[in-house]
């Protein structure tokens, strides 16, 4: 079953139907077709489709639903194949913590391709809330759906609550449902500040459906300790599980593991060797048993919520003509934690904004270079580029896991 919307992306989806090679049994759900996903709900088929109820067959618990794409630690994104299995244990998890509950109105204003607003949908979908969904962010638009739905949570981060904060500056939308972690003052007195004793968020990834550890009061690691139904451990390079206060790979067993990577078998037998998901993340455990995030295996940009591999960007800016060499880096970004700023040899003359163009129509346009710096060369040791001379000329900085912002 697929469940699209013909406003603003229906072209798109047309193209795509076209050229993809669909089972006979795919049933396409237009939901803002007159009573088209409401007909679904109460009949079990849509209007001008075969009427015929949901499939009760059994489904192979291994057989991959969804598939996200993630490039944390390659160049090159990589689907990860989510099975039912792991989108359900992502479910189970966050509302046996408290988490999800039927009477939660969830705000959907993140991106649906990353993990961190999917694994809330799908929870709040299992445990019969309510799901709630806007195109784009917009901040006066998502006042006016909280005051109109009494939205209960949203994934937000603190540039949109800023942008909240200014567009209901005469209180005109009630926001009092939403259940916000504190912010500045003026967003405060508009929501429901959420101070109850809950887990919080540790670490996860695209791989694992979610978050597989979670923060309680009194823990010494800040990213917690394992969710139910996981078991997390740091691994040595000789697949030794290490004791506390040792440095090591943070691996992974549970259901919520995903099944591997779209065609990409060596890929998938690196990260699952052994019978653990290799996150290619240091960690560390604490005396008292809980996690600390120590940083990534390989050097990682990280903007708001999104990862960005630098290899990606420099592969796409080596592309433009007027490009030598390219190599880019993560400066430390008040807004956004860190921003991507591109170091670039010429072959010929070429504008900053020209190569900031060119990567906004070759890759997601969050990984772009924010800003260009021109050199005759780039610093090397050996074959490979000095990263760490360029942060050091060009005020790189903040990378996960250095106590930068």
Request: aromatic share 6%.
């Amino acid at each position: 079953m697929i469940v699209w919307q013909d406003a603003e992306i229906g072209p798109v989806v047309h193209k795509a139907r076209a050229a993809a090679a669909t089972s006979d049994a795919a049933e396409w759900i237009r939901h803002d077709a007159p009573a088209g996903y409401e007909a679904l709900l109460v009949d079990g088929h849509a209007p001008g489709e075969a009427a015929h109820p949901f499939s009760e067959g059994a489904v192979d618990p291994e057989a991959p639903v969804l598939i996200l794409y993630t490039a944390a630690f390659e160049g090159r994104p990589n689907g990860a194949l989510l099975p039912h299995r792991a989108l359900l244990a992502q479910g189970f998890i966050h509302m046996a913590l408290g988490l999800a509950g039927r009477d939660d109105v969830y705000l959907n204003c993140g991106p649906l391709f990353h993990v961190g607003t999917l694994k809330a949908t799908l929870a709040t979908f299992m445990a019969g809330g309510t799901n709630v969904f806007t195109p784009r962010v917009d901040a006066a638009e998502l006042c006016r759906l909280i005051d109109a739905h009494g939205c209960t949570g949203a994934f937000l981060l603190p540039p949109t609550v800023q942008a909240m904060v200014e567009a209901n500056a005469d209180g005109h939308d009630n926001l009092s449902t939403l259940r916000a972690k504190p912010g500045p003052e003026s967003w405060n007195a508009m929501v429901t500040v959420d101070d109850r004793p809950l887990p919080r968020s540790g670490f996860g990834q695209t791989e694992l459906a979610g978050i597989v550890t979670y923060a309680r009061p009194g823990d010494q690691g800040r990213a917690g300790r394992a969710a139910p139904l996981t078991r997390v451990e740091i691994m040595g390079p000789d697949g030794r599980v290490l004791p506390a206060g040792e440095t090591g790979e943070i691996v992974v067993r549970g259901p919520m593991a995903m099944t591997g990577y779209h065609r990409r078998p060596e890929l998938t037998a690196t990260r699952s060797r052994g019978g653990w998901h290799h996150t290619g993340d240091l960690g560390r455990r604490e005396p008292d048993g809980s996690l600390s995030f120590v940083g990534p295996m390989t050097r990682l940009i990280k903007s708001a919520a999104e990862n960005i591999y630098p290899g990606e960007v420099e592969a796409c800016l080596r592309t433009h003509p007027a490009v030598a060499d390219a190599a880019v880096i993560g400066v430390p970004d008040e807004r956004w934690g860190q921003s991507v700023k591109a170091v670039v040899v010429l072959r010929e003359a070429v504008t900053d904004a020209a190569l900031i163009a060119h990567c906004r129509d070759r890759i997601a346009s969050y990984k772009k270079p924010r800003t260009v710096e021109f050199t005759p060369c780039l610093p090397r040791r050996g074959d490979a580029v000095d990263y760490d001379a360029l942060d050091a000329a060009y005020g790189g900085g903040g990378y996960p896991g250095t106590g930068g912002p």
